[in-house]
């Protein structure tokens, strides 16, 4: 009997179409990483903004909580603010909330940058508030977490909650 010797068949990829595949790797590689890699390492900023998100929204709860509780019992708005200054400064009395421009660091509230403090009025004429003095019916409180910081809370405390000072005009 006779044996042909045939080749036997080769399996496995050749030289040509493994370099040719780690040119297409390569190529969608230099495309897709830097576009997701960029998102990976900035995914972390939108949990950080929450947090501070809602340590500001804590911090101006408490300021809203405690002013509607001591409206029941002030006679003027500026009666309930030196309440709350008294509340949220610790030792220094002088400026609880703290005055436009400064950083505040209170106790269980944490450390907030108040960047308004003050007493404003309603010009029906502009349909604007503008400065006022302590007998203004309003107290313009702008907070954010830091002086650099874009975030920011506003709140508009009015002598007319809870029963305290009303206009009778």
Not at 16 to 43: D, H, N, Q, Y
Not at 78 to 85: G, P, V, Y
Not at 133 to 155: C, E, H, N, W
Request: charged content about 20%; proline content about 2%.
């Amino acid at each position: 009997m006779k044996t042909t010797n045939r080749p036997i068949p080769q399996t496995g990829f050749t030289l040509l179409e493994i370099i040719l595949t780690l040119v297409i790797l390569g190529i969608a590689a230099t495309t897709i990483v830097p576009f997701m890699g960029w998102k990976l390492m900035r995914s972390g900023d939108v949990e950080s903004r929450l947090e501070t998100d809602v340590a500001l929204n804590q911090v101006m709860e408490r300021m809203v909580a405690h002013y509607t509780d001591l409206m029941s019992s002030c006679s003027s708005l500026a009666t309930c603010k030196a309440r709350l200054d008294e509340l949220y400064g610790g030792s220094d009395s002088t400026d609880d909330i703290g005055s436009a421009g400064s950083t505040v660091s209170s106790g269980d509230y944490g450390t907030y940058y108040v960047q308004e403090n003050k007493y404003v009025d309603y010009d029906k004429n502009t349909n604007t508030f503008v400065n006022g003095g302590t007998s203004s019916l309003y107290l313009l409180v702008i907070i954010k977490p830091d002086a650099a910081s874009q975030l920011s809370l506003t709140y508009l405390f009015s002598a007319y909650a809870g029963g305290g000072a009303s206009d009778e005009s």
